[in-house]
């Protein structure tokens, strides 16, 4: 069975609190874009997981993939051995979600594969113990997230009449690096109101926290999100903990300045 992650951007992320747990709570829109990977599920006499495309840094038994596995293993011991595949499309370090969505893509394939009679519940419950933006990947509809970024309300945004273009700097942010850098406050108006402004307003009301010290670290993810709106943007941002910008546009806009040094994704 073959199924196609995508990725995701984040409209707005504000770190409201440090938790008890180490964790943060914010307030995020999730927003699901049309970058993929490939992910082939197979039986196999044993547990074999193989990778192409982007390379993925790290050690094969900390993908969130096999990592889903045992964990599903652990409830339904009769699970038989898998042979995992995973074309790596989605940019890593980008802040697009492309690990937690393989993570919950491959909860609801291997959920139909062996008709294991998990509702979207049940499998939002084992997403989350896997990572705090995988529970978004098991209904991937536009929402409102809260506390770790785990909790959803649904929030209608509909942005099928712009085109949203995503630009990956040469640069790349860990998630823990960029939690590490920032200074969580309450917010004065909800992520969940300002997000039913008309789009012109978002600039100057919607805003991702990570920005002030991911730019300072990284200053070429501040001159690609200054040239998104340069060529005219209606609204750009860093998504997530970066190094990924998306900039929401009227029409496509010509970013062939921008195509030497970064990667670009039109109307994703
Ligand atoms: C930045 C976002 O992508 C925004 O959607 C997410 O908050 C990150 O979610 P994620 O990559 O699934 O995060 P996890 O794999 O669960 O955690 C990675 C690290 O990020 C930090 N982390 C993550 C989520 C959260 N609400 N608070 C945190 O402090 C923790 O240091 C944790 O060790
Ligand atoms: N299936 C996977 N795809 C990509 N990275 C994975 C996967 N499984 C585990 N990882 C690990 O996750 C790390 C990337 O996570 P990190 O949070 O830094 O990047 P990210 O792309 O911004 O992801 P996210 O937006 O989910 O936070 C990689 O270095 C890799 O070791």
Redesign the pocket.
């Given at each position: 069975m073959i199924v196609f992650p995508n990725a995701?951007i984040?409209i707005g992320?504000n770190?409201i609190a440090?938790?008890p747990d180490?964790?943060?709570?914010?307030e995020?829109v999730?927003y699901p874009i049309k970058i993929n990977d490939v992910l082939e599920v197979i039986e196999a006499d044993e547990l074999i997981f193989e990778s192409s495309g982007i390379s993925i840094p790290g050690d094969v038994n900390d993908n969130l993939c096999i990592k889903g596995y045992y964990l599903l293993k652990k409830d339904f011991p009769k699970l038989p051995p898998v042979k995992i595949h995973l074309h790596k499309n989605i940019p890593i370090g980008a802040?697009l979600?492309g690990?937690?969505s393989n993570a919950a893509f491959f909860i609801k394939l291997m959920n139909e594969k062996f008709e294991l009679g998990l509702d979207a519940d049940r499998m939002e419950d084992y997403a989350r113990i896997?990572?705090?933006?995988?529970a978004?990947f098991i209904n991937n509809k536009p929402v409102f997230?809260f506390?770790?970024?785990?909790e959803f309300e649904p929030v209608k945004i509909d942005l099928s009449a712009y085109k949203i273009v995503l630009v990956m700097p040469d640069a790349h942010v860990s998630?823990?690096e960029?939690?590490?850098g920032v200074k969580p406050a309450p917010v004065k108006e909800t992520l969940y109101d300002l997000v039913q402004m008309p789009l012109a307003d978002w600039k100057r009301h919607i805003r991702n926290d990570?920005e002030g010290h991911i730019f300072n670290a990284h200053p070429v993810i501040r001159g690609v999100k200054a040239s998104l709106y340069e060529s005219g943007a209606l609204y750009a941002s860093m998504s997530?903990?970066g190094a990924s910008v998306f900039g929401i546009f009227k029409d496509t806009p010509d970013l062939s300045h921008l195509e030497e040094s970064c990667q670009v994704f039109y109307d994703v």
């Open positions: 995701k984040n992320l770190i440090r938790r180490g964790y943060h709570n914010l995020t999730f802040g979600g690990g937690s896997l990572g705090a933006d995988c978004f997230a506390e770790k970024g785990d998630t823990a960029a939690y590490r990570f997530g903990s």
